[in-house]
């Protein structure tokens, strides 16, 4: 089920080929929805509404709603139903602090721990993330945040911690989120950003068993994205890179 999916991975959740339950399809629809943008923030759900849209009863949507409250991607307003969560320049600084803490941890200890097989998954999601990054016809925003989702995923693949991918599977979606509301994004290439350079960077420092200097690369790498996403956020721009 998934509450217990959620415990399995932090970034890149592994894809099925449909949804078990109708809980489950109408929880990941409306994540889907609330992280793109789609549903704004502060927006009031109205189940007698949303349940025709999602094609599922008022009880089924209410359990859909429910799990999204474990996420903090939806408020409840007691008798009066349910809001989509708000945004702030506060609550984004906040969380990446949050995740910045608990990633860069998980990373030092996946270090610790990894063997040759976190080794080999590592090499390999970095390969298609290069690929990704570097396509001459130019970079597919989809295939570049599924590509780095998975790298940051097989960076602390061996951290043994359930809880903290847990959380970070949380606060990634919540940042991811800040993005696609307040800006449009570019690809990785074309803005005066070397993000390929910052996940190299990363990556040779963790396969070299480097837990500080990978720490610090990764937490730059996170600060400097969310940076530009604040800037977005208070001065209206439009434009930033994803992380």
Known sequence: MLPSDKFAAAFHLPVADAPRTLVERAYLDLRRNIVSGTLAPGE????EHLKDQYQVGAGTLR???????????VTAEGQRGFRVAPISVADLEDLTNARVLIETESLRQSIRHGDARWEADLVAAFHLLTRAETRPDGVDPDEYEQRNKAFHEALIASHRSPWSK?????????GERYRNINLRLTAAHAADRDVHREHEEIFRAAIARQEARAA??????????????????TAGETTAHAA
């Open 44 to 47: 009031r759900l109205r189940v």
């Open 166 to 174: 847990y959380m970070l599977g949380i606060l990634y979606r919540h």
């Open 216 to 233: 610090l690369a990764l937490e730059a790498h996170v600060r400097l994205t969310v940076d530009i996403v604040k800037h977005a956020l």
């Open 63 to 73: 359990e859909a709603l429910s799990l999204l409250l474990s996420d903090a991607l």
